[in-house]
């Protein structure tokens, strides 16, 4: 289980663009996104404030009671403003378009700075891993809750994956902004 720690430093709340491993719990580990509705639904507040270009997501994962992201934030928003479009966006959304209501997150959230090429991999590895070890699926690539799971998808069709997801270096896989815009609803 991964202890949810906060290590910001105020020059690392704004800045130029600073790349993170971030983390929630849900409140109380409950499990609400085995239900795949809200699973997917997290996805696409993912992708939604991707597109709209509030950060730019390289890689995550969905777990039954938490969810990891790696990505980066611009000189104009701080971690803490990313996290919050995630969290507070399902939460609108869930309530609006599931009809479900009560708390689902905790205060806070944890992360990670990301400053080379070497720590970005490990937490890469990490977040396509997670899935694995908690004997959620034999690969990363079988569990529909995370971005290694839409990379294969992509590589298969040989055209863009679910989530826009584009080949990358040291940045990773992320979104790409460029793709087609699907209809989303407006947070």
């Known amino acids: 289980m991964v202890k949810l720690t906060r290590k910001s430093d105020r020059r690392n709340i ?13 409140y109380m580990e409950r499990r609400f996104f085995e239900a795949q509705n809200e699973a997917e639904l997290f996805i696409d507040v993912l992708r939604t404030n991707t597109l709209a270009g509030k950060f730019k997501l390289h890689n995550f994962v969905v777990m039954p009671d938490h969810f990891h992201v790696l990505l980066t934030v611009d000189g104009n928003t701080s971690i803490e403003r990313a996290v919050q479009l995630i969290k507070g966006g399902y939460s609108f959304r869930r309530n609006k378009e599931l009809g479900l209501e009560g708390e689902i997150w905790p205060p806070g959230f944890s992360e990670v700075r990301i400053r080379d090429r070497k720590s970005f991999l490990a937490h890469k590895k990490y977040i396509d891993e997670n899935p694995v070890k908690a004997g959620l699926a034999k690969s990363a690539e079988e569990y529909p809750y995370c971005s290694a799971y839409f990379r294969k998808k992509k590589k298969a069709s040989g055209t863009r994956g679910m989530l826009g997801a584009n080949p990358g270096s040291y940045q990773g896989p992320g979104f790409s902004r460029a793709g087609k815009r699907s209809k989303m609803t407006r947070l």
């Open 14 to 26: 704004v800045a130029s663009r600073r790349t993170f491993f971030a983390g929630c719990k849900t």
